[in-house]
């Protein structure tokens, strides 16, 4: 892609010219310098400027004029949230991996202008303002324009608009995709109800800029699976088409929707503006991608979209990673959200011990979300829930907005949380023990306590089932099986002396040859049984002794389906937590 950086206005003193290194709702550094190819900087009269380097991703011009023209070229071919992607389809831009910027010019409005390619009939998705032609569009500030990233193609267009008090928003759903028009239309019908029920959490709907909300999607089979929220739109990318893969589409949709509110607006104060030149660092990740995750899949079920059995086997499947998970005890969930700069999306050549010591704050937090839900819903008759503070935190920290396009006036801090956490409950004790036990500890809540409030039971999936630990193994190349990653802390396998890339070649009497055979040598011994495993390790072979464990693993079903009877106070449980929160005075 070409582009074309004309500035105008240039105060004297050196111009610093960027690409961003990160790109916002991403926290890892991903360097858009490196795409970048070809870059002249000249006056306004085509005379070249010099050009100093003082780091990878900035261009220095010390002397010129009033205005600057900076014209380069740049590669991207990932189509993704985060990055660039051009082919003969299509032009998938997120702005920070194509749009350089000068330091200094936060403020200023930008026109953007865009040439499609001759003879292609690409229109442009995208939540820029709309200008004096079809092409060009605008944005008020520096951080609005690095949130509106732009799909140029042939897609497909399906719209429905929702009144909202004073307002009646137009939603888009705008696909480029192998679908028919019929399945975008039939999906479009389902996203409606998404976006109605998300916004019964919070009672009203963000004031959108243009009072327009975009879903843009590439649902393409280069695409690589993401979805990336922004203020006014998301980016929805998958290898997967609506026909196979619907639910999925939708759960990434009804994620998305939910950060219109929880961190485009409900914002946490350490990405408060986002820093384009740097990683980003927040503690409050848990909150806001955590608590997202457990929203989004909650809106699906309470529209009616997801059945039970998936909605409780998808809460177990989080609930089972953070439980098994030896990581809880090393990190807190808030020191989990600060690793967002080395496990975002962040790639490193040197191994970590991330296994180990890392849970994903989306996981941990959703689980957090629902420990926490189901024990105001248990402790107050459902008189104080989870959207209570949700909205509480709205009326608090989003609502209020922002003086200038693109920026949150009032973002919040974990203490704003742990506060309002109070406000809600009347009880600012209950809402301190919280913090102290669950974001700045390493507690675990009841929850098979709370499970049983809800019918719902928390049981092993294999009991009785003897394993080595949750290992993960592989095919290797002595003819056994190869542990692909470090072993789980305190595990059997760790407590023995195995380790990552040990190749295990015989458990017991038993050769190990494959996948198979290792999971029949675990399933034909017995939890608390001692063997002796040989293995080989860096080209040598060794023996150790292992003691057996039960396998774990634990799986959550509605009670009902487990063969029990659901009391009249389970079922009535159940059905307020979920079911729309539309009550008396909302
Ligand atoms: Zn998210």
């Known amino acids: 892609m070409d582009v074309d950086l004309m500035l105008p206005d240039v105060p004297p003193g050196p111009l610093e010219l960027r690409m961003s290194r990160s790109s916002p709702g991403r926290y890892a550094m991903h360097e858009f310098a490196k795409n970048v190819v070809d870059v002249r900087v000249t006056d306004a009269q085509g005379t070249a400027l010099s050009v100093t380097r003082p780091d990878p991703h900035g261009w220095t011009v010390r002397d010129h004029g009033n205005s600057v023209r900076v014209r380069y070229r740049v590669y991207g071919d990932r189509i993704d949230g985060t990055y660039l992607a051009i082919d003969s389809t299509h032009a998938h831009i997120n702005m920070p991996a194509a749009l350089m910027w000068a330091q200094g010019f936060e403020l200023r409005p930008a026109v953007v202008q865009f040439d499609v390619p001759a003879g292609s009939n690409w229109k442009i998705a995208t939540q820029l303002f709309p200008g ?12 609005y324009l690095m949130d509106s990233p732009t799909e140029l193609s042939a897609f497909s267009v399906r719209s429905f608009s929702v009144p909202d008090g004073p307002r009646t928003p137009v939603f888009r759903v705008l696909a480029h995709h192998t679908g028919t028009d019929a399945e975008l239309e039939s999906l479009t019908g389902d996203v409606e109800r998404v976006v109605r029920e998300a916004r019964n959490v919070y009672g ?26 922004h203020r006014n739109s998301t980016i929805l990318t998958s290898p997967g088409a609506i026909r196979t893969n619907r639910a999925d589409l939708l759960d990434s949709m009804s994620h998305e929707f939910f950060h219109a509110w929880n961190v485009e607006r409900i914002r946490p104060r350490s990405l408060e503006p986002f820093n384009l030149n740097d990683e980003n660092m927040s503690g409050e990740l848990w909150l806001a991608e955590g608590f997202t995750n457990y929203y989004g899949p909650l809106v699906l079920h309470r529209a009616g979209l997801t059945p039970l059995a998936q909605f409780t086997a998808d809460l177990g499947g989080a609930l089972n990673a953070v439980v098994t998970a030896p990581g809880r005890l090393v990190r807190t969930v808030e020191e989990m959200s600060q690793m967002a700069a080395f496990t975002d999306a962040a790639t490193a050549i040197d191994r970590t011990s991330f296994d180990n010591t890392f849970i994903s704050y989306y996981t941990w937090g959703s689980v957090i979300a629902l420990g926490l839900d189901l024990t105001l819903r248990a402790e107050t008759d459902h008189r104080v829930t989870l959207d209570d503070l949700m909205r509480a935190l709205w009326r608090k920290y989003g609502k209020p907005g922002g003086a200038r396009v693109g920026y949150v006036d009032n973002p919040y801090s974990n203490d704003d949380v742990r506060t ?6 009347g009880n600012q ?33 294999n009991p009785g089932r003897a394993s080595l630990g949750l290992l993960r193994v592989q095919d290797g190349v002595n003819g056994g099986v190869r542990l692909a990653a470090g072993t789980p802390f305190g595990s059997p396998a760790y407590v023995a002396g195995l380790d990552r890339d040990d190749e295990i070649v015989q458990i017991g009497d038993v050769a190990i040859r494959d996948t198979a055979g290792y999971l029949r ?16 390790r860096n080209g040598a072979r060794q023996t150790t002794t292992v003691t057996l464990e039960e396998d774990s693993r634990r799986e959550l079903v509605p009670a009902e389906n487990a063969g029990a009877t659901l009391t009249d106070a389970q079922r009535r449980f159940r059905q307020v937590w979920l079911s729309s929160p539309v009550r008396n005075g909302f």
């Open 429 to 461: 004790a209950l809402a301190d023990d919280f913090f102290r036990r669950y974001i700045t500890g390493h507690d675990l809540m009841d929850y098979d306590a709370l499970f049983a409030r809800a019918g719902l039971i928390w049981r092993r999936i």
């Open 420 to 425: 309002t956490l109070g406000e809600v409950t």
């Open 132 to 143: 004096p032609d079809a092409r060009t569009f605008s944005a008020p500030t520096l951080q």
């Open 521 to 536: 040598a675990q399933a034909s011994a017995k939890p608390g049984q001692r063997l002796p495993i040989t293995f080989v």
């Open 204 to 229: 009203e709907f963000p004031a959108f800029e243009g009072n327009a909300y975009s879903f843009i999607a590439d649902w393409l089979p280069a695409a690589t699976g993401d979805g990336m929220e």
